[in-house]
């Protein structure tokens, strides 16, 4: 029997290593798109939605259009992240394994620029690159593009919506002017049309579906809540969906900081993934979700770009985005490779018009639902566990060693009764959490709400009263390769203290702030006297008085009183902390500044302590003012 690929023209070796890929059949886009562009001697602009198989769409008739006899570069694919990038690159590479001389380069900013000049150096055929890393190779003169037949543009329209219009004009002018020019994208907004018009002759235009429709396999869902109620919704959802693999997407980095570290605080295995993460934390935080050991991953909408997880349960758009095109490619990252999903809106009543506003543009009506009740939660993670006791499968050899122990230790209860007890081991924690627990849902013509960010509301779920917590000195910070989440795990592991009672973390160069609820310092204290790090004592100390643990001060902080004013507003999510402290000074001379932000996680979604960190730093801007020199980093 004929493989379905090579019907369409594609060789042998080729398709002998999409089998192995586990690919079947073709998908509509990779269908319809091949035949044309293994012609060659066309433009072509293909409309398909995040998750239909693009890809595949390009990358497979570059393979049989491409001269692997020369090591000049053949084709260009620019795509609009470092995530995307990567994923086009090992792509292209697992469907080449069997080319011979077959050669592609990831190019992007964040990693070694000096080792990806040694592979272009060594020959390559097909260059994949995010528009700044390309510009700053091109302004080197180490690549020549003279030979380049094939640019191919990927997300065209989310390129255009970081501002790339410039960076791609530049790149193209120093390729051929006969080149091809394929466009993919999700929507098709004037924009992407100006560039099919800019850089195409006569283009073959593909479209499948109706253009910016969503995918057909996504349900559409949204709910409607007070502004301060929005975090606690984000939680019922989490809950009331026990085995929910999901992104849920923040508008900016500090809501996607806040919303992950306060998620992590209750038990949940959430992280964070923004702009301000160097490539190896973006990496650390996607394999960690890739390897389903993380469940909820919050994201902008930039960093997001380019995740290609299958089996992404859930998208939840915890804010709207700015531009509702947006919407269609957040939506996309679930219901991918024709499996279903659902894409859930938590908005407040004078949102509404917006969802109006985005089933015109997709073309499909949105379910106003209503949140579960805390019985309804309850219930839900029951039978669940039930489930998953029913289906376990027992490793007899060793349990039955066992047995007899396990009967004589249960010998005084009954069936019913022991079944009572292994069910509430995991049904009491929700019991207790969901006692009493308010209705969330609001009316949506409810307009006697303050906004998104009016609202001071609960933080992480529960009544937050600074006066409650004690700001704490101590003596590790971003330079120790410590990430918020690192810390926060990293104090309560030695201090023998709950996530629930840290408050704020802020995280410094070589030494951080953090605090905690004013009953567990005492312990925190005692706990941290003989702990150390990398050979050198831990210091914890409060504001103005004498350090706890190790020695105090050799090589340590000699700090100046009053740390900058605090200016505190609402959280959109009830978290309500937004601060922004003034600059710590320092005696060695400077006014250094650094943020370092993200989440990390160190329980499980079941509350069961973990030891794997994951976790985040955001890029800080630095000044020192030793001998005037000024030094960024991202």
Avoid at 221 to 243: C, G, M, Q, S, T
Avoid at 456 to 464: A, D
Avoid at 493 to 511: A, R, T, Y
Wanted: glycine share 12%; hydrophobic share 30%; net charge neutral.
């Amino acid at each position: 029997m004929i493989n379905p690929f090579s019907k369409l023209g594609i060789s042998d070796d080729v398709v002998n290593a999409v089998k192995e890929l586990g690919f079947e059949n073709p998908t509509p886009i990779q269908e319809q798109s091949i035949p044309v562009l293994l012609e060659g001697s066309n433009d072509f602009v293909g409309l398909a939605q995040t998750g239909t198989g693009k890809t595949a769409a390009f990358g497979l008739p570059l393979l049989e259009l491409i001269d692997f006899k020369s090591n000049k570069p053949q084709a260009l694919i620019l795509c609009p992240t470092r995530e995307l990038c990567l994923q086009i690159a090992n792509d292209i590479k697992n469907f080449s394994k069997n080319t011979q001389n077959a050669h592609v380069v990831a190019v992007y900013g964040g990693a070694n620029i000096m080792q990806q000049l040694r592979e272009i150096r060594n020959g390559v055929q097909i260059v994949v690159a995010t528009p700044g890393r390309m510009l700053d190779i091109i302004g080197r003169k180490a690549i020549d593009f003279s030979s380049v037949k094939y640019v191919v543009l990927d997300e065209a329209d989310e390129m255009l919506n970081m501002g790339f219009q410039e960076d791609i004009n530049d790149i193209l002018s120093t390729t051929p002017d006969e080149k091809k020019t394929w466009l993919f994208s999700a929507t098709m907004p004037p924009e992407v049309r100006r560039i099919a018009r800019n850089y195409m002759e006569n283009p073959v235009e593909l479209t499948m579906g109706t253009k910016n429709t969503g995918n057909v396999n996504i349900e559409h869902e949204y709910y409607v809540v007070r502004a301060r109620d929005k975090y606690a919704a984000l939680k019922r959802i989490v809950d009331f969906n026990p085995e929910i693999f999901a992104v849920v997407f923040c508008k900016t980095k500090m809501d996607t900081q806040d919303v992950a570290e306060h998620l992590i605080k209750d038990g949940y295995n959430a992280d964070s993934l923004h702009g301000d993460l160097s490539q190896q934390q973006r990496d650390k935080v996607m394999q960690r979700f890739r390897d389903r050991n993380m469940q909820l991953l919050i994201a902008t909408d930039v960093a997001a770009r380019g995740i290609d997880v299958n089996n992404v349960t859930h998208v939840i758009n915890y804010s709207l985005p700015d531009e509702i095109e947006s919407y269609t490619h957040r939506s996309g990252r679930t219901g991918r490779a024709g499996k279903t999903g659902i894409s859930i809106c938590i908005i407040n009543s004078k949102e509404t018009g917006k969802i109006r506003q985005i089933e015109r543009i997709i073309g499909k009506q949105f379910t106003k639902a209503e949140l579960p009740t805390g019985f309804d939660v309850c219930e839900k993670q029951l039978f669940s566990l039930i489930h998953k006791v029913h289906n376990v499968e027992v490793n007899t050899d060793q349990i039955d060693q066992y047995i007899p122990r396990i009967m004589d230790e249960f010998s005084e209860l009954s069936k019913e009764d022991v079944i009572k007890k292994f069910a509430s081991l995991e049904f009491n924690r929700f019991l207790d959490y969901y006692a009493n627990a308010p209705d969330l849902n609001a009316s949506a013509d409810d307009r006697g709400e303050r906004g998104e960010r009016g609202e001071r509301g609960e933080r992480g779920g529960r009544n937050f009263d600074n006066s409650n917590y004690t700001r704490l000195f101590i003596n590790v910070g971003s330079v120790d390769e410590f990430t918020r989440g690192d810390l926060l795990g990293f104090v309560c592991n030695n201090g023998k203290i709950s996530g629930k009672s840290v408050g704020k973390i802020d995280l410094k160069g070589v030494f951080s702030f953090i605090e905690v609820e004013n009953d567990t310092v005492d312990a925190l204290f005692t706990n941290f006297k003989d702990i150390k790090f990398n050979g050198r004592d831990v210091r914890i100390e409060k504001s103005g008085e004498a350090p706890v643990g190790g020695r105090g001060g050799d090589g340590g902080e000699r700090r100046r009183g009053g740390f900058g004013g605090e200016r505190r507003g609402g959280g959109g999510y009830g978290a309500g902390e937004r601060r922004s402290g003034g600059g710590d000074r320092r005696s060695s001379g400077g006014g250094r500044r650094e943020g370092g932000n993200g989440g990390g996680g160190f329980r499980d979604f079941s509350g069961r302590s973990r030891d794997d960190k994951g976790g985040n730093t955001g890029g800080s801007g630095r000044r020192e003012g030793s001998g005037g020199e000024r030094r960024r980093r991202s």
